[in-house]
């Protein structure tokens, strides 16, 4: 079983609609990121969170570090939304800076 | 915030050939990070490269295979030596934002091995 999970793997939806990709993972953690990977490749930071709640526009990403639990929503999508999700975290204790990735979320938001 | 720039953005490659992929950072860093990303998988990370000290490779990765340079502090390379159709991934580099809060990540290698 992987040290962290997403779901779902794939998420195809209509523009303007409410979006929730959940992250679960089984080790103790001092940080949680996600990240937002772009077909070339590239990959951009979106929030890094240690408790609590994050909203940067229309993203808004919380964890519930109980129940080793995170969403990510994206609020009104847009086509330009497309990309794949991926939730990253940083194991309490664990050798400094190195992240354990999540397998990802494909979004597809249709026009 | 750091910008990276990796060079080359893809290649298509021969079979037992190498190709050295090159990072650049825009601010000095102490730590690099050298990922991998196999078609449809997640990032792996591969090794990390301090300046000055020899790279600490992760499990499963050795320096024969992938040898790194880090000459300073806002350059490193990764070699990907003697090459297979399974080296076919997408290869990023990444630093670590001040204080662990973020990280940053280079626009990715998109590498094809025939």
């Known amino acids: 079983k992987n040290e962290v999970e997403q779901s779902p793997q794939n998420l195809t939806a209509q523009e303007g609609e409410f979006i929730t990709i959940n992250c679960s993972y089984s080790v103790g953690i001092s940080a949680l990121h996600w990240l937002q990977q772009h077909p070339g490749g590239g990959i951009v930071s979106l929030f890094m969170?240690?408790?609590g709640k994050k909203k940067h526009g229309r993203l808004i990403a919380t964890i519930n570090i109980q129940e080793k639990h995170s969403s990510l929503h994206i609020t009104a999508s847009h086509p330009r939304d497309s990309a794949v999700y991926i939730c990253?975290?940083?194991?309490?204790?664990?050798?400094?800076?190195?992240?354990?990735f999540g397998t990802g979320t494909l979004l597809a938001v249709q026009p | 915030s750091a910008v990276i720039s990796q060079k080359p953005s893809r290649d298509i490659c021969q079979r037992g050939t190498s190709l050295t992929i090159q990072c650049q950072v825009d601010s000095q860093v102490t730590m690099m990070f050298w990922y991998r990303q196999q078609p449809g998988q997640s990032l792996t990370l591969i090794a990390t490269a301090n300046q000055g000290s020899e790279a600490t490779y992760e499990s499963g990765f050795v320096i024969d295979k992938f040898p790194i340079s880090r000459p300073n502090l806002t350059f490193s390379t990764l070699t990907v030596s003697n090459m297979s159709p399974e080296d076919s991934s997408i290869y990023l580099c990444?630093?670590?934002?001040?204080?662990?809060?973020?990280?940053?990540f280079g626009p990715g290698t998109r590498l094809l091995v025939l």
């Open positions: 990253a975290v940083r194991s309490y204790g664990g050798a400094t800076n190195k992240l354990i």
């Open positions: 969170l240690s408790s």
């Open positions: 990444s630093v670590p934002g001040t204080g662990g809060e973020t990280q940053y």
